[in-house]
């Protein structure tokens, strides 16, 4: 039984030696007042160690061609702190001489839209409580593979759809700690010359503390 307890002890030193603590902030843009917009679950993440937070959003028109749009907006993490076992005491020395923080960009899925024509430049989007229209930097078409993805700039806003299911990759020249409230307004979609109303989304910013007292193999 001595023996046992032992080892035990030993393997127990080894696995807390291994371990580290973190302390971790996390910010995503969550609904606000965007009804009609319901959680999805295609691109959901909330980790405390090298990950971040993204939710997306969607939305099913009741009609014939089931169409649907979903939004996954991603935001920030980065770490506070870290240290052994329990307490992460030990500041990140990174946040005295923090990098240039990445921009802004929100992928936007459409599914069902196969055979229409879709009018990209007629989506608004806004980043301020005062609902002040920004445009985009870039947009792009998102091709995913097993490896990855790739991405294709789009130079022209008005386009046939070929596919079911469409990704495109929109990009603002804004750092995304900058980013406390986001809105696209739908109401003006033009689908095939014409408008098809889908609701505003408006989402806004929250931030989470996540605690980690005990991570292995980072």
Request: charged share 20%; net charge positive; proline share 5%.
């Amino acid at each position: 039984m001595k023996q046992l307890k032992h080892i035990f002890n030993i393997i127990f030193s080894i696995f807390l030696l291994g371990a580290c603590s973190c302390l971790t902030k996390v910010s995503s843009l969550e609904i606000k007042k965007s009804k009609g917009w319901i959680g999805g679950d295609i691109c959901e993440s909330c980790e405390s160690f090298g990950w971040y937070m993204q939710y997306d959003y969607e939305y099913k028109m009741a009609t014939h061609d089931s169409l649907s749009i979903s939004v996954c907006p991603r935001l920030y993490y980065y770490t506070i702190a870290m240290g052994p076992p329990l307490y992460p005491v030990i500041p990140n020395p990174r946040l005295l001489f923090p990098k240039k923080w990445s921009k802004f960009d929100v992928v936007i899925k459409f599914q069902n839209f196969k055979g229409k024509t879709i009018d990209i430049n007629s989506l608004q989007y806004g980043v301020k409580k005062s609902k002040r229209k920004i445009i985009p930097d870039k947009i792009g078409l998102l091709t995913y593979r097993r490896n990855g993805a790739d991405t294709t700039e789009l130079t022209e806003q008005k386009f046939y759809v070929n596919s079911d299911t469409l990704y495109l990759l929109v990009h603002f020249n804004i750092p995304q700690n900058k980013v406390k409230r986001f809105s696209i307004n739908f109401e003006n979609f033009i689908v095939n010359d014409s408008i098809i109303h889908f609701p505003i989304l408006n989402l806004k910013r929250k931030s989470r503390f996540l605690y980690d007292p005990l991570m292995i193999g980072h």
